[in-house]
């Protein structure tokens, strides 16, 4: 990390370093996206401040600032800092030290890396411990056949026939599960939910050609989702997704392991001695269970959306042949090399593939690799329809869909030159292969997304029961749950004109999510605020333009303001405006103005649900 990086933290001394384990949180974001912001420019502030002399030029006096500059928040630069102080070190020789020339690997995905190693001392200190394996793979033998060269075998002692052998045996198999449609039944959400593989009935691109970030819309067939959860989809709910890594990235990383094809679909038994994975919120407990090296890699580790940390890199530098290679690995796990380390961290997300193609003579047995790789979580997207008014007749029956919207995060790669997120990334698949088939002459293609019920008690969907005034802030890909809203209020007579919706985008010709789709007198209950086109106006300039609506829905019995997008931007947005607005017209002081309306959160009329 950059000095200048390090001078915009306020403070890193109660933050735990990075090479400390930590859990991944299990409560995403209501409505999940992977891109970091919806509408991301920030309008200037509204006094100019006095010119400072050159010498105390301050190119940071807010969180906004700090956005604007890093292209992250305050708390996502913290949550990818190491915590120790490198970033002022600037990798300063010691004079105590001896120092050696490494020759560095030869390769595109090391220089994709941007490592800046010079020299690397001959004596190492304070090296990152060796990371505790708690996954093991271990072949299964039957009585016939012969044990795997690269794996230990479990033997079934049982003689052939006996119950026993029997009982054994289909212990010992793999269950009855397309896992190229859905997730073995072991990587379930928590209880009472099971994944459900939904048919995909429709896609449709919402945002147009040139559009900066490309959101697709799709529908989803729930007709014979389980009933057993005891709670039914509701209007401002989210679904959980079980997204699956990129097989063309799994059969990579199976060859850059040097995996042999015959190995990878083979029935293995897993046994781990802690904690929760593979499940996603099963109970920490050891387990056995048979599965597949593949399964494993698709369903169950995250390849590609975290930043390295130490464990991973130390135990790559135990399987490094080649010496160099493993005194560069080693460098990164020691105190000499933090600084180079946190530059590493603090970079662009490297995918597991790329760390592997860098340094090509560290494959590690892929039960070793998993203990250190981290879980591959569910991505939730919220409902983009009234799940309880959405039917379409298809072969003499009616089938019950639910719709959602999903916005492509793309990034730069090392190898292909741009990726997509692993949930995003999933959807555009499924997508493109849909629309391929369709052109293709088929009518219904046999393609599913692997979902669960999700969140259906979340603030959206809990507050919204009441017939009071409702204002709808969102940009992006966060109006989309609004959409939802607007349906089902404009079918109740009572709530007709009762409903507003705010919508922050980009270019209206481009980037309007659902246009026309709102249902009756669209044109008077939705205003689109549109920041690169004509007077290049923020969502929250619309909230001060609408002070009196604001000001007398908020007041109003059963009144609410919903406010759904980036946090990083839109969502301290309009927050800041709407606090502007009690100023205004409750004649409030800054810190009452705040309290106003942390109140009215606490209260359930002001429901802000934003993202990093």
């Known amino acids: 990390m950059s000095a ?27 409505t999940y996206s992977e891109e970091s912001d919806d509408q991301d420019e920030l309008q200037p502030p509204e006094d100019t401040p006095r010119r400072r002399r050159g010498s105390t030029r ?53 220089r994709s890396l941007g490592l800046k190693i010079d020299e690397i001392p001959t004596v190492l200190t304070k090296i990152q411990d060796l990371p505790e394996q708690f996954t093991f793979l271990q072949s299964i033998r039957r009585v016939t056949s012969t044990a795997s060269p690269t794996d230990s075998a479990i033997s079934l002692g049982s003689q052939p026939g006996s119950p026993t052998f029997e009982a054994q045996l289909k ?71 079980s997204a699956p890594n990129d097989a063309e990235s799994v059969e990579l990383i199976l060859d850059l392991l040097q995996m042999p094809r015959y190995l990878r679909d083979k029935p293995v038994l897993l046994r781990t001695t802690r904690g929760r994975w593979p499940t996603v919120w099963g109970e920490d407990q050891a387990r056995e269970l048979v599965t597949t090296r593949r399964d494993l890699l698709t369903w169950c580790a995250d390849i590609q959306s975290y930043p390295p ?38 970079g662009p997300y490297v995918t597991l593939a790329q760390i592997l193609s860098a340094f090509p003579s560290a494959k590690p047995p892929l039960d070793v690799l998993l203990s250190v790789l981290q879980q591959l979580m569910p991505r939730f997207y919220s409902l ?60 219904a293609p046999e393609l599913y997304i692997p979902m669960f019920k999700g969140l259906m008690a979340n603030p959206l969907a809990k507050e919204f029961v009441a017939d009071g005034p409702m204002l709808l802030i969102g940009a992006g890909v966060g109006i989309a749950p609004f959409r939802g809203f607007v349906q089902h209020r404009l079918k109740n007579a009572n709530c007709a004109n009762k409903v507003w919706v705010l919508q922050g985008v980009r270019d209206s010709l481009v980037d309007e999510l659902y246009g026309g789709e709102w249902g009756v007198h669209e044109d008077r209950v939705k205003k689109v605020v549109e920041s690169r086109r004509g007077a290049s ?5 619309e909230v001060l333009n609408q002070a009196d609506l604001v000001w007398s829905i908020i007041n109003s019995v059963d009144g ?35 309290k106003f309306w942390d109140l009215k959160k606490d209260a359930g009329q002001y429901i802000a649900e934003t993202w990093q």
Request: aromatic share 6%.
């Open 384 to 443: 983009s329809n009234d799940p309880h008014e959405s039917y379409e007749i298809r072969d003499g029956k009616q089938h019950r869909l639910i719709e959602i919207a999903v916005t492509i995060q793309e990034m730069d790669d090392w190898r292909t030159g741009c990726r997509t997120g692993v949930g995003s990334g999933f959807f555009e698949r499924q997508s493109h292969k849909f629309m391929e088939l369709r052109r293709a002459g088929e009518k």
């Open 171 to 241: 212990d010992l198999s793999l269950e009855d599960l397309d896992t190229s449609i859905q997730p073995p039944s072991f990587v379930q959400p928590h209880h009472p939910h099971h994944v459900f593989a939904a048919k995909l009935i429709n896609t449709r691109d919402l945002t147009g050609p040139g559009a900066e970030k490309r959101t697709i819309h799709f529908d989803l067939d729930i007709t014979n989702y389980p009933n057993v959860e005891g709670v039914d989809f509701k209007v401002g709910g989210a679904i959980g997704i």
């Open 4 to 30: 200048a990086i390090a001078q915009l933290m306020d403070s890193t001394a109660d933050y735990v370093s990075e090479e400390e384990p930590r859990t991944p949180s299990i409560a995403p974001s209501l």
């Open 58 to 110: 301050l190119i940071a006096q807010s969180p906004a600032d700090v956005v604007r500059i890093t292209g992250e928040s305050t708390q996502q630069l913290l949550d990818r800092c190491c915590g120790g102080g490198c970033c002022m070190k600037l990798a300063k020789k010691d004079d105590g030290l001896e120092y050696e020339q490494v020759p560095l690997p030869d390769n595109d995905a090391f």
């Open 537 to 541: 106006r923020y969502v929250q300039d």
């Open 309 to 346: 940390n130490k464990p991973l890199l130390r135990m790559l530098a135990e399987h490094a042949t080649d010496p160099n290679e493993k005194k560069i690995l080693m460098f990164l796990c020691a105190s000499e090399g933090q600084g180079v380390f946190c530059d590493f961290r603090t």
């Open 560 to 594: 609410r303001v919903f406010v759904c997008g980036s946090g990083a931007g839109m969502g301290e947005g309009v927050e800041a405006a709407l606090v502007k607005v009690a100023k205004m017209k409750g004649n409030l002081e800054d810190d009452e103005a705040q």
